[in-house]
C-alpha cells in the first residue's frame, strides 16, 4: 500500500492545469489569475483630502479666512485656485475629494470654526491651528502608481481582488477555470434521497449530495450522474455518457473494494492508467485513482482523473478533502497544491509542519493574535489534544475533530484545541457533523495524551465554532481513551541540530493532567533556533516516573536517533517519585556541571528553592543530556541561561575544539604572567563576577559574538 504523501504526490504529478480562459470580473470570483494586472491610471488620479477640513496655503498660519469654494466629490472645486489669505473647503469619504490648485495642506474642521455674519453672503472660517506643507493631503498616485502591478498571476482572486479590478478598469481577465466535476453513487442497496419509506435492504443515497456540495464549494462546476447499480453494462455506459460530456474529473462512491460485485475499480482500469487502488490511511483505504485518456468524437484527447471514492460516508468525505480537493487546485492553477505539502503559505508562515509534528514557535509568531477569521480551509494548523486519543496500530488516522481557538490553549499559550466528535467509525457520518478538522494521527497503537501536539487539516470555516467551552455528548468521550506513554517524532528538514524533549511525569503520562512544560521547552527552543546553531526540536516524549522507561527513551534517542541535544523536564526534587538524575547518571559518560551552576544561578534570582534541585547533566557519545525543572516557567529561566553557551558546547561535542568562548586564549598563545600581573583566571573571574562595560566584538566563526 501506498503512503497518503506518495499517493498525493502522484496525484499532484498527473493533475494538468487547464487552459486559461477570459472572464467577466464576477465569474472570476474563486479563480486562479492568469496574467498579471497593471494600473493604466495612478490611484487617486488627483491630489485628494484625508480629512473633512480646509485647504490652505500651510504659511498662511491660524487667522480668519473667507472661503472661496466648497470642493466636495466630482467636479466641484475644479479650476478654483487657492491664493495667500483664502482657504477652500473640502471633504473626503466614500468618494475623493479634489484638493483646489495652489492649497498645500489641510486643517481638520475640529481644529477650525466656522464664523457667521448674518449681514455678509460671504463665508468665513477660523483657522485655529498652524499645519505644514502635505499634512493630510494625498498626492497623485499615493496608493496606486501609474502602471504598477497591482495583482499578479497566480493569486487567488476573492471579493477584494475583484473590487481591485474594477478601481483599475479591468473587467475581462484571464484566468484558469476550475474544472467541471462528475458524481455517481453506485450500489444496489441505494436509493434516492426523496424516498419516504426505506424496503427491506435500502439506504439513501447520502455520498452523491455530499460530493456535490463539496465539490460547489471549490467553485467547480458539477454533473450529477445519479445511481448506479451494481452492474458492470450498465455503469460502462454511464461512465461513457460523462466521458463524453466534456468532466474534467470523475468522483465514483462504492464498488472499489473486494467484493465480486464491486466493478468500477476494475472499469477504471480498463479505461486508463490505475495508478493506486489502496493507500495506507484511516478512514478511506480502497480509494482508487486513474488517469483515463478519452478520445472525443472529433479525434481530440483530453485527460480525465477518476477517483474512486469508497462507499462509506465518512471515509468518501475525507479522501475528497484529501485527494481531490488537491487535485481541484492543480486543475485549477494553485501554486500551493495541497495542504498536505509542508512549507504553507499561511498568515504567519508555519514552516516545515510534518505529518505528525508542529513546530512550538508558532504559538510565539502569533502570541496576543486571534486569528480565527483568517485561516483558510484546507489549511495545516498546529492544534493542542483536549483529550487523549487512541491511535490505531497499523494505519495513520484523520481523526474527525472540533478546533477552536483558546487565548490559553492549555500550555499558558494561545492557540488551538482539538477535541474529537466520538465515534470515529467510518460509516457513522454524524462524526462529521460540527467537525472543521481532521488531525493527522501517527500509526502506533498508544495513545496520544491530552496536552500533546499534532497537525490538523483545517476542513471548513472554524470562525462559526463557538470560541467557549464546548459540551460533548455521552459518546463524545468514547473515543478518548486512558493515557500511556507516546513518542513522537517530527518530520523536520535541514535540522542542524536535533533536540529531543522528555516530559517527566506520572501525572501526564497517565493522561491525569496536560504537559505543560513540553510545549514550553518546544517553544523556547525553536524561536531561538538561531542562537543555537540551527537547533530544531525533532522529537517528543512523556513518561511516568519510572528509571527503566525513562532510561529506555534516553538511550534511544543518543545512541540509535543520536540526537544532539536532550532535555528531560521534571523529577529532579526530592520526593521518592523524583528519579530522573538517578536515571540520567546511569546513561552519561561525562559530566557537565557548569551548566547546572548556570541553572541554578538563574533560578535562585526566582525562588530560594532552587537548591532543592537534583538535576544532572552530562554527554553520552556525541549527545549533550541535560535534566530541568518540571515547572513551565523554570523551563524558559533555564533555557534562557544556557543559549550562550549551548551552541559552543554542541559544536565542540562534535569535535570542533575552535569552538572555544570568543574571550578565551589558546595555552600555546597566552603570554607569560609577570609578577604583579592578574592571573588569567583571575582576570576571567572578575570580568564574570562584576558588572564591567561589553568587549569589542571579537572574532567568532560560529558568528553569535
Not at 513518542?487 to 536535533?498: A, G, L, P, S, Y
Given at each position: 500500500?501506498?503512503?497518503v504523501?506518495?499517493?498525493?504526490?502522484?496525484?499532484?504529478?498527473?493533475?494538468?492545469?487547464?487552459?486559461?480562459?477570459?472572464?467577466?470580473?464576477?465569474?472570476?470570483?474563486?479563480?486562479?489569475?492568469?496574467?498579471d494586472?497593471?494600473?493604466?491610471?495612478?490611484?487617486?488620479?488627483?491630489?485628494?483630502?484625508?480629512?473633512?477640513?480646509?485647504?490652505?496655503?500651510?504659511?498662511?498660519?491660524?487667522?480668519e479666512?473667507?472661503?472661496?469654494?466648497?470642493?466636495?466629490?466630482?467636479?466641484?472645486?475644479?479650476?478654483?485656485?487657492?491664493?495667500?489669505?483664502?482657504?477652500?473647503?473640502?471633504?473626503?469619504?466614500?468618494?475623493?475629494?479634489?484638493?483646489?490648485?495652489?492649497?498645500d495642506?489641510?486643517?481638520?474642521?475640529?481644529?477650525?470654526?466656522?464664523?457667521?455674519?448674518?449681514?455678509?453672503?460671504?463665508?468665513?472660517?477660523?483657522?485655529?491651528?498652524?499645519t505644514?506643507?502635505?499634512v493630510?493631503?494625498?498626492?497623485?498616485?499615493?496608493?496606486?502608481?501609474?502602471?504598477?502591478?497591482?495583482?499578479?498571476?497566480?493569486?487567488?482572486?476573492?471579493?477584494?481582488?475583484?473590487?481591485?479590478?474594477?478601481?483599475?478598469?479591468?473587467?475581462?481577465v484571464?484566468?484558469?477555470?476550475?474544472?467541471?466535476?462528475?458524481?455517481?453513487?453506485?450500489?444496489?442497496?441505494?436509493?434516492?434521497p426523496?424516498?419516504?419509506?426505506?424496503?427491506?435492504?435500502?439506504?439513501?443515497?447520502?455520498?452523491?449530495?455530499?460530493?456535490?456540495?463539496?465539490?460547489?464549494?471549490?467553485?467547480?462546476?458539477?454533473?450529477?450522474?445519479?445511481?448506479?447499480?451494481d452492474?458492470?453494462?450498465?455503469?460502462q455506459?454511464?461512465?461513457?455518457?460523462?466521458?463524453?460530456?466534456?468532466?474534467?474529473?470523475?468522483?465514483?462512491?462504492?464498488?472499489?473494494?473486494?467484493?465480486?460485485?464491486?466493478?468500477?475499480?476494475?472499469?477504471?482500469?480498463?479505461?486508463?492508467?490505475?495508478?493506486?487502488?489502496?493507500?495506507?490511511?484511516?478512514?478511506?483505504?480502497?480509494?482508487?485513482?486513474?488517469?483515463?485518456?478519452?478520445?472525443?468524437?472529433?479525434?481530440?484527447?483530453?485527460?480525465?482523473?477518476?477517483?474512486?471514492?469508497p462507499?462509506?460516508?465518512?471515509?468518501?468525505?475525507?479522501?475528497?478533502?484529501?485527494?481531490?480537493?488537491?487535485?481541484?487546485?492543480?486543475?485549477?492553477?494553485?501554486?500551493?497544491?495541497?495542504?498536505?505539502?509542508?512549507?504553507?503559505q499561511?498568515?504567519?508562515?508555519?514552516?516545515?509542519?510534518?505529518?505528525?509534528?508542529?513546530?512550538?514557535?508558532?504559538?510565539?509568531v502569533?502570541?496576543?493574535?486571534?486569528?480565527v477569521?483568517?485561516?483558510?480551509?484546507?489549511?495545516?494548523?498546529?492544534?493542542?489534544?483536549?483529550?487523549?486519543?487512541?491511535?490505531?496500530?497499523?494505519?495513520?488516522?484523520?481523526?474527525?475533530?472540533?478546533?477552536?481557538?483558546?487565548?490559553?490553549?492549555?500550555?499558558?499559550?494561545?492557540?488551538?484545541?482539538?477535541e474529537?466528535?466520538?465515534?470515529?467509525?467510518?460509516s457513522r457520518?454524524?462524526?462529521?457533523?460540527?467537525?472543521?478538522?481532521?488531525?493527522?494521527l501517527?500509526?502506533?497503537?498508544?495513545?496520544i495524551?491530552?496536552?500533546?501536539?499534532?497537525?490538523?487539516?483545517?476542513?471548513?470555516?472554524?470562525?462559526?465554532?463557538?470560541?467557549?467551552?464546548?459540551?460533548?455528548?455521552?459518546?463524545s468521550?468514547?473515543?478518548?481513551?486512558?493515557?500511556?506513554?507516546?513518542?513522537?517524532?517530527?518530520?523536520?528538514?535541514d535540522v542542524?541540530?536535533?533536540?529531543?524533549?522528555?516530559?517527566?511525569?506520572?501525572?501526564?503520562?497517565?493522561?491525569?493532567?496536560?504537559?505543560?512544560?513540553?510545549p514550553?521547552?518546544i517553544?523556547?527552543?525553536?524561536?531561538?533556533?538561531?542562537?543555537?546553531?540551527?537547533?530544531?526540536?525533532?522529537a517528543?516524549?512523556?513518561?511516568?516516573?519510572?528509571?527503566?522507561?525513562?532510561?529506555?527513551?534516553?538511550?534511544?534517542?543518543?545512541?540509535?536517533?543520536?540526537?544532539?541535544?536532550?532535555?528531560?523536564?521534571?523529577?529532579?526534587?526530592?520526593?521518592?517519585?523524583?528519579?530522573?538524575p538517578?536515571?540520567?547518571?546511569?546513561?552519561?559518560?561525562?559530566?557537565t556541571?557548569?551548566?547546572?551552576?548556570?541553572?541554578?544561578?538563574?533560578s535562585?534570582?526566582?525562588t530560594?528553592?532552587?537548591v532543592?534541585?537534583?538535576?544532572?547533566?552530562?554527554i553520552?557519545?556525541?549527545?549533550?543530556?541535560?535534566?530541568?525543572?518540571?515547572?513551565?516557567?523554570?523551563?524558559?529561566?533555564?533555557?534562557?541561561?544556557?543559549?550562550?553557551?549551548?551552541?559552543?558546547?554542541?559544536?565542540?561535542?562534535?569535535g570542533?575544539?575552535?569552538?572555544?568562548?570568543?574571550?578565551?586564549?589558546?595555552?600555546?598563545?597566552?603570554?607569560?604572567?609577570?609578577?604583579?600581573?592578574?592571573?588569567?583566571?583571575?582576570?576571567s573571574?572578575?570580568?564574570?563576577?562584576?558588572?564591567?562595560?561589553?568587549?569589542?566584538?571579537?572574532?567568532?566563526?560560529?558568528?553569535?559574538?
Amino acid at each position: 500500500m501506498l503512503s497518503v504523501e506518495d499517493a498525493l504526490n502522484i496525484v499532484k504529478t498527473v493533475s494538468p492545469r487547464l487552459s486559461p480562459v477570459i472572464v467577466p470580473i464576477h465569474e472570476a470570483l474563486g479563480k486562479v489569475l492568469a496574467q498579471d494586472i497593471r494600473a493604466p491610471d495612478p490611484l487617486p488620479p488627483f491630489t485628494a483630502s484625508v480629512k473633512d477640513g480646509y485647504a490652505v496655503i500651510a504659511s498662511d498660519g491660524p487667522g480668519e479666512y473667507p472661503i472661496i469654494t466648497e470642493s466636495r466629490a466630482g467636479n466641484d472645486g475644479v479650476g478654483v485656485l487657492v491664493t495667500p489669505g483664502t482657504v477652500a473647503y473640502v471633504t473626503t469619504g466614500v468618494m475623493l475629494c479634489p484638493i483646489p490648485e495652489g492649497a498645500d495642506a489641510v486643517v481638520q474642521v475640529e481644529d477650525s470654526e466656522l464664523i457667521t455674519d448674518p449681514s455678509s453672503d460671504s463665508k468665513r472660517v477660523r483657522i485655529f491651528s498652524r499645519t505644514c506643507k502635505g499634512v493630510d493631503i494625498r498626492p497623485v498616485g499615493c496608493d496606486i502608481q501609474k502602471d504598477a502591478i497591482v495583482l499578479k498571476s497566480g493569486e487567488l482572486v476573492g471579493a477584494s481582488e475583484i473590487g481591485l479590478l474594477a478601481t483599475v478598469g479591468v473587467m475581462m481577465v484571464k484566468v484558469y477555470p476550475t474544472p467541471t466535476i462528475a458524481v455517481l453513487s453506485t450500489g444496489d442497496e441505494l436509493v434516492e434521497p426523496t424516498t419516504e419509506h426505506l424496503n427491506r435492504g435500502q439506504i439513501r443515497d447520502s455520498n452523491r449530495a455530499m460530493l456535490l456540495a463539496a465539490a460547489v464549494q471549490q467553485h467547480c462546476k458539477v454533473l450529477d450522474l445519479g445511481i448506479a447499480h451494481d452492474d458492470e453494462e450498465e455503469i460502462q455506459r454511464i461512465l461513457d455518457d460523462a466521458f463524453s460530456a466534456g468532466i474534467n474529473i470523475l468522483l465514483t462512491s462504492g464498488g472499489v473494494s473486494m467484493g465480486d460485485r464491486d466493478f468500477v475499480k476494475p472499469l477504471l482500469g480498463k479505461r486508463g492508467t490505475l495508478h493506486f487502488s489502496k493507500v495506507n490511511m484511516k478512514p478511506g483505504k480502497p480509494v482508487t485513482f486513474a488517469e483515463i485518456i478519452f478520445q472525443s468524437a472529433d479525434a481530440t484527447s483530453k485527460k480525465i482523473l477518476a477517483f474512486g471514492l469508497p462507499g462509506n460516508p465518512v471515509s468518501s468525505l475525507v479522501c475528497f478533502h484529501v485527494f481531490v480537493i488537491p487535485a481541484i487546485r492543480c486543475v485549477a492553477g494553485w501554486e500551493n497544491t495541497s495542504h498536505l505539502s509542508r512549507g504553507l503559505q499561511t498568515p504567519w508562515g508555519l514552516k516545515n509542519l510534518g505529518v505528525h509534528c508542529v513546530h512550538q514557535n508558532y504559538y510565539l509568531v502569533i502570541q496576543g493574535i486571534r486569528p480565527v477569521a483568517g485561516i483558510e480551509p484546507r489549511t495545516v494548523v498546529p492544534v493542542r489534544l483536549g483529550h487523549s486519543i487512541k491511535t490505531d496500530p497499523t494505519r495513520p488516522e484523520f481523526h474527525r475533530a472540533i478546533v477552536r481557538w483558546r487565548v490559553n490553549d492549555g500550555s499558558g499559550n494561545p492557540g488551538f484545541v482539538a477535541e474529537s466528535t466520538g465515534h470515529q467509525v467510518s460509516s457513522r457520518l454524524l462524526s462529521m457533523k460540527s467537525a472543521n478538522a481532521l488531525l493527522e494521527l501517527p500509526a502506533s497503537g498508544n495513545v496520544i495524551p491530552a496536552g500533546n501536539y499534532v497537525s490538523a487539516i483545517i476542513i471548513s470555516d472554524i470562525s462559526s465554532v463557538s470560541m467557549g467551552e464546548h459540551s460533548f455528548s455521552s459518546d463524545s468521550a468514547s473515543g478518548l481513551q486512558g493515557s500511556v506513554p507516546q513518542e513522537i517524532t517530527f518530520k523536520c528538514q535541514d535540522v542542524v541540530c536535533r533536540v529531543a524533549v522528555l516530559t517527566v511525569s506520572d501525572t501526564v503520562a497517565s493522561g491525569a493532567g496536560p504537559d505543560r512544560s513540553g510545549p514550553r521547552a518546544i517553544s523556547v527552543v525553536n524561536s531561538s533556533s538561531e542562537k543555537l546553531g540551527g537547533a530544531r526540536v525533532v522529537a517528543t516524549a512523556v513518561v511516568p516516573d519510572d528509571v527503566s522507561k525513562i532510561k529506555e527513551i534516553l538511550q534511544k534517542w543518543s545512541d540509535v536517533d543520536k540526537m544532539d541535544l536532550i532535555l528531560t523536564l521534571g523529577g529532579t526534587g526530592f520526593t521518592p517519585r523524583d528519579v530522573t538524575p538517578e536515571a540520567t547518571k546511569e546513561l552519561i559518560e561525562r559530566e557537565t556541571p557548569g551548566l547546572l551552576y548556570v541553572m541554578m544561578q538563574e533560578s535562585l534570582k526566582v525562588t530560594p528553592f532552587a537548591v532543592l534541585s537534583r538535576a544532572t547533566a552530562g554527554i553520552r557519545g556525541s549527545t549533550l543530556m541535560i535534566n530541568m525543572p518540571g515547572n513551565p516557567n523554570a523551563v524558559a529561566e533555564c533555557m534562557e541561561a544556557l543559549l550562550p553557551v549551548l551552541k559552543h558546547a554542541l559544536r565542540q561535542i562534535k569535535g570542533d575544539k575552535r569552538e572555544k568562548h570568543p574571550l578565551h586564549l589558546p595555552h600555546h598563545s597566552q603570554a607569560a604572567v609577570l609578577d604583579g600581573d592578574d592571573d588569567t583566571w583571575d582576570r576571567s573571574y572578575k570580568m564574570a563576577s562584576h558588572p564591567h562595560p561589553p568587549p569589542p566584538p571579537p572574532s567568532c566563526s560560529c558568528g553569535t559574538h
